[in-house]
């Protein structure tokens, strides 16, 4: 059963608050999670991931069993975005996870997980898609969108878009629809003017002819890195080999998801059920050129720590540093 977690609102400022954050730190929550596999057999080790459904290397690597030869039996905890995967570490229910930005402001919040590394594409990848006869992001002033919820990245990008439009967030009406797959409803069925959203909708809406790509995220944030792979603090200290092991494994899945294209997109469209023109299009051009090492870029992620604050997720009066929220020492040498 999910423990409470409390939520509060400061200004634009999320703060995640546990209120099972003192017996964490205090006793540390890590279950006992080594189960057999039979007779003679290495024990594996339970970790519980929190991500989002579609997340490709996570789910080709349980497939093929890149995790299991290091003795780890990863199992998914399917959340909708960041804010969720922090609560879920904070609430005990996960042990890893990987998502955007959320996950940076949840660190500097106090929120007892660690950065251990980056996906492949670690870089901002939200499109704003509005409805095909909008010329200009002006002329959405006034109108209902969908930036999605409190604390997420979607919201981020586009409030980081207005104001570098010269817009601020009441001059618009803020419908949030929800998950990704909510919105692209409302904006099919006119509830909304515009969504933001992931490159592989853009690429769909367009195809399908109900929106079209307004603006590209990426074009406003700069040098910035938007998703990490997390820990969380008690974890690490109780297990600090499957961390290094689930590294390992991470590493050898992508490795080759980037050296066989055809096949990832293949396992995406049969095993996730994405789309898949829309996924081929975004995903042929994308994987041959992932970053597999895993490597934080701290420049990216400094920029990303004042661009939150300049928004209020994070207290613009922090002194909290990347290295500080960081650890590579897991990473695969």
């Known amino acids: 059963m999910r423990r409470s977690v409390v939520v509060m609102m400061t200004g634009n400022r999320i703060k995640i608050l546990s209120l099972l ?15 057999s596999t039979g007779a003679g057999a ?11 459904a579609g997340n490709l290397p996570i789910n080709f690597g349980i497939s093929k069993g890149y995790f299991a ?6 199992q998914v905890v399917t959340i909708t975005g960041g804010v969720e995967a922090v609560t879920a570490a904070a609430a005990g229910e996960a042990d890893l996870g990987g998502m955007g930005s959320p996950i940076l402001v949840g660190a500097v919040a106090g929120v007892p997980i660690t950065i251990i590394g980056s996906p492949p594409a670690s870089g901002q990848h939200f499109v704003l898609v ?3 006869q909008y010329k200009s992001f002006a002329e959405l002033k006034g109108k209902p969108v969908s930036p999605g919820s409190p604390g997420q990245g979607t919201i981020q990008a586009f409030n980081v878009i207005a104001k570098a439009k010269g817009f601020k967030p009441s001059d618009f009406q803020y419908v949030n629809a929800g998950t990704s797959g909510n919105a692209l409803a409302a904006l099919q069925t006119g509830k909304v003017e515009a969504v933001i959203t992931s490159e592989i909708v853009g690429v769909k809406a367009e195809l399908e002819g109900f929106g079209k790509v307004l603006e590209s995220a990426a074009d406003y944030f700069g040098h910035y890195q938007h998703s990490f792979i997390f820990a969380t603090k008690s974890f690490i200290n109780e297990k600090p080999e499957t961390v290094r092991g689930f590294l390992a494994a ?3 899945t992508v490795d080759y ?9 293949e396992f995406a469209v049969k095993e996730l059920h994405q789309d898949a023109i829309p996924y081929t299009k975004v995903y042929a051009k994308e994987i041959p050129a992932w970053d597999t090492s895993g490597r934080i870029d701290f420049a990216g992620t400094e920029h990303a720590l004042t661009i939150l604050k300049d928004l209020g997720d994070i207290d613009p009066k922090s002194q909290v540093t990347a290295h500080q929220i960081v650890d590579e020492q897991f990473l695969p040498k």
């Open 21 to 35: 954050l003192l017996s964490m730190l205090a006793g540390g929550c890590v279950k006992k999670t080594e189960q």
């Open 42 to 52: 290495k024990p594996e080790t339970v970790v519980r991931f929190a991500t989002n």
């Open 69 to 74: 030869k290091e003795g780890i039996d990863l």
């Open 130 to 132: 509005s409805k095909p």
């Open 250 to 252: 991470y590493r050898k």
């Open 257 to 265: 998801l980037k050296a066989h294209p055809d096949e990832a997109i």
